[in-house]
């Protein structure tokens, strides 16, 4: 017993250790990590990845569309990111008649470059840490609500006086629980064009079935460029805007990599909850994945059926596919890879620990007991959050109606004109990917896991009284789909022109649905959640306090919140179960071998046959064939995808995309073992665009160094 003792002991000590590979660095604060990034190889200075009086690596990376990272890679403002992150505006270009989803797309001129409204990127000016002035006015006797309308005040005020006399953004973060405050600076530029895509086989390579895999073949890429006022400025999008010059680009390797090279992502990686408590972690992936999965399950196979049926379904709904099929699989991972680790009972040891020490200390006694408590009570609230999200805001003709009274609310000081034209707009947008079907037989599926899984106490009274009209599930949705305008692109318009406003809709059977679900939620779960979230956010506040203060030897990071950062590792291989090891690169040999002209996922284009057959690789040719893939340890998150990587000397050698499904929990738990990112080798991106697509005038403005 006391030999199992230590070993449980040892582990959960190693557990909380940040191992080589594991974090995601402030950059403003990367000195610090300078001597151990330099002891693995680094030949950069802090400098060099982060300066606001010079030009740094960080002005050649953007926040793309808000939810991915992007990068230039040459002077005249060519950025690019993954494939996936610019499929929503590929598939907004794609018809019937000009498919750039299946047969991608090259703009050979820069007049032919496709604008993106509603596009944008970000550049990040700098970033400050504020904490003492937002912390301002505060002491140990102010209360919770005082403390948050003087943080509220304070980052105002900086906020104002970042932006005051330009042209910039600006925002104030907390990290750390709201323990530490940083403000963001950034510069948005709208004038976003589309220059370049891979076909959907080739970027999309091994769809949803290779998706969070590893060996992966994707050519995940896609190319865009920045547009600016002639004073290199922000400017809307005209004819008249100019390529965007650029203050730093990437310049590009094409020597590769080879096992335990140095490398470093850069980028802004979503959300982390590395700091979360046991409970916090066991309701992850003991109830609300598997929950979750299920439910996306239903709609995915429901989407499936009706896109292999139809060309223009598959089309419409390509993006709104792999949006769901993303975090289903990612779910998969994370609570198998929980498990795995263990992670549970391990952080119940840490916290077993963590009760001994501050059990002599007022300010953290019993605090590992009241996050307990407190997840207990919030726990059914949150099941039913999730079913709220999953189940019926997932139905798209009940999203759509929440849409359409948004629109009419915010419209209402408009003239009826304008209102009708924005609205109109809206309609238009919505119904060109649209499928009633899908819709429908999706709709029917997620209704009856709500009504089986969400306890009554937790549903809306209107819900039982359209079971108890309706008698079934399937009835409701049918008389939905019977009599809700919502359904009819023609119906609606013709509301619209006879007058459209929340009166009018108030007897559509969509929008009361819609109303009276949301009205549920606002009344009865949200402010539940809200309340316990509040005392939660108390806690780990102290909590995150405390651990700094308990394990003075860890090097403590913030958990990811869209904000940029650096993090490195190696090139590295991995074994994810007994007898298996995975190299740490791919090849196009073995798309070749996935290659499959009956799976629409694995049928590549006749091009890329042509050009294997042949073996004209040109100089993008290693030992006889062409690299495409690498894996590494760096650690990553959502919002990563896009994201350089680049080598120990600041060149870019690949574009990360995702990260193997053994590691997908590393959002919570880090394991250096299997956590690994996956990276589009770049040497395959200029192969595409040379051989298989003939743009080799986008090569020539980059700068390729060996």
């Not at 976003?192 to 895509?197: H, M």
């Not at 806690?539 to 700094?548: A, E, N, S």
């Not at 590549?604 to 495409?628: A, C, E, H, M």
């Amino acid at each position: 017993m006391k030999r199992i003792l230590l070993i449980t002991l040892l582990f959960s000590m190693s557990f909380i250790s940040i191992r080589a590979d594991e974090g995601m660095w402030l950059p403003s604060l990367i000195k610090d990590r300078l001597p151990d990034m330099q002891k693995n190889g680094f030949k950069l200075t802090s400098k060099d990845l982060y300066d606001i009086n010079n030009a740094s690596l960080k002005d050649a990376i953007v926040h793309f569309g808000g939810g991915c990272t992007g990068e230039l890679i040459s002077s005249d403002g060519l950025l690019i990111t993954n494939h996936h992150c610019g499929f929503g505006q590929i598939q907004s270009h794609s018809s019937v008649k000009n498919d750039y989803l299946k047969d991608g797309f090259w703009a050979m001129s820069r007049e032919n470059e496709l604008p993106n409204k509603g596009l944008t990127v970000r550049f990040l000016v700098r970033m400050e840490d504020v904490s003492s002035k937002v912390f301002k006015g505060i002491n140990k006797k102010t209360n919770e609500n005082d403390r948050a309308d003087i943080i509220k005040k304070n980052s105002s005020l900086l906020i104002e006086d970042a932006k005051r006399g330009n042209h910039y953004d600006a925002r104030v973060e907390a990290l750390y629980y709201g323990n530490q405050y940083f403000l963001f600076v950034y510069e948005t530029y709208t004038d976003i064009r589309l220059v370049g895509a891979p076909p959907s086989s080739i970027g999309k390579f091994g769809g949803d079935t290779d998706n969070w895999m590893w060996p992966r073949h994707t050519g995940d890429f896609s190319l865009f460029r920045i547009y600016a006022g002639k004073d290199n400025k922000p400017a809307p999008y005209s004819a008249e805007n100019i390529p965007y010059k650029s203050k730093k680009f990437f310049s590009i390797s094409t020597s590769g990599v080879k096992e335990g090279d140095f490398t470093l992502v850069y980028g802004f990686p979503g959300r982390t909850q590395e700091y979360l408590h046991s409970e916090a972690v066991r309701y992850v992936s003991d109830v609300s994945n598997p929950h979750k999965i299920n439910l996306r399950t239903l709609r995915l196979n429901i989407q499936k059926d009706e896109m292999s049926s139809s060309q223009e379904v598959r089309i419409k709904y390509a993006s709104k596919n792999a949006s769901v099929a993303n975090a289903w699989k990612k779910w998969q991972g994370e609570a198998k890879g929980i498990k795995k680790m263990n992670t549970v009972n391990i952080k119940k040891a840490f916290e077993d620990r963590f009760s001994l020490w501050a059990s002599s200390k007022s300010e953290y006694k019993g605090l590992i007991d009241s996050l307990a408590v407190i997840y207990k009570m919030i726990e059914p609230y949150s099941f039913a959050n999730d079913y709220q999200a999953e189940a019926i805001n997932a139905n798209e003709i009940i999203k759509f109606a929440g849409t359409i009274r948004g629109a009419i609310i915010r419209n209402s000081k408009m003239s009826k004109e304008i209102s009708d034209k924005n609205i109109l707009e809206i309609v238009e947008r919505y119904f060109k990917d649209y499928h009633l079907v899908i819709d429908k037989r999706s709709f029917k599926a997620l209704l009856k896991e709500y009504d089986r899984n969400v306890p009554k106490d937790f549903q809306p009274l209107y819900f039982n009284q359209l079971i108890e009209k309706f008698e079934s599930t399937d009835n409701i949705v049918e008389n939905i789909f019977s009599n809700s305008i919502f359904a009819s692109k023609e119906k609606l318009e013709k509301q619209i022109g006879d007058g459209i406003d929340l009166k009018t809709l108030a007897n559509d059977p969509a929008f009361e649905f819609y109303l009276k679900f949301s009205d549920h939620f606002n009344s009865n779960i949200k402010p539940q959640l809200d309340n316990y979230n509040s005392k939660l956010s108390l806690l780990y506040r102290r909590y995150m306090r405390g651990q700094m203060e308990f394990d003075k030897n860890r090097d403590f990071y913030p958990d990811a919140n869209s904000t940029l950062r650096i993090t490195y590792g190696k090139v590295r291989g991995y074994s994810p179960s007994d007898a298996i090891y995975y190299n740490y690169y791919s090849t196009l040999d073995g798309i070749m071998e996935k290659d499959n002209p009956e799976i629409y996922d694995y049928n590549i284009p006749q091009k890329l046959r042509d050009v294997y057959k042949l073996k004209d690789f040109g100089r993008w040719s290693v030992n006889g064939t062409v690299p495409v893939c690498f894996v590494a340890s760096n650690h990553t998150s959502g919002g990563n995808s896009g994201s350089p990587v680049i080598n120990a000397q600041g060149n870019l050698i690949g574009i990360n995309f995702d990260r193997v499904w053994e590691g997908t929990m590393s959002d919570i738990v880090y394991d250096p073992d299997v956590c690994r990112n996956i990276s589009l080798d770049i040497r395959y991106v200029l192969f595409v665009i040379d051989k298989v697509a003939g743009a080799g005038h986008l090569i020539s403005e980059m700068n390729l160094v060996d």
